[in-house]
């Protein structure tokens, strides 16, 4: 059983930053990859962005202000969020597993909203 926390969501003005974390434990093993989809109401979850061995992916609309690190010290991954904008507002999920596209194991969730 793998238990994902996630924090760091909140209210935010557009052009502000946030920074999502994400702690995972439990029967990890061997974790190879993480990441972070979000979905809005009425749209299909998708994949923001990935880490699996020191290499990442993003998707197009948040290249460029957001960046995905991740502490294998810590089995924590971390996405900061800059530029924010209203269309990122979303409920973000934390995702681990052998792939990022197929993870095994989420998060509970954490809103971000962007709104003046």
């Known amino acids: 059983q793998v238990q994902l926390v996630e924090s760091g969501g909140g209210l935010v003005q557009p052009g502000g930053s946030l920074r999502l974390s994400c702690a995972a434990s439990?029967?990890?093993?061997?974790?190879?990859?993480m990441g972070w989809y979000r979905q809005a109401p009425g749209k299909q979850r998708e994949l923001v962005a990935g880490i699996s061995d020191g290499t990442t992916k993003y998707a197009d609309s948040v290249k460029g202000r957001f960046t995905i690190s991740r502490d294998n010290a810590k089995n924590t991954v971390y996405l900061q969020m800059n530029s924010l904008k209203p269309e990122d507002t979303s409920v973000y999920y934390c995702?681990?597993?052998?792939?990022?596209?197929?993870?095994?194991?989420w998060g509970q969730g954490t809103q971000v909203t962007v709104s003046s």
């Open positions: 439990g029967s990890i093993g061997s974790i190879v990859a």
């Open positions: 995702c681990l597993g052998n792939n990022y596209y197929y993870p095994r194991s």
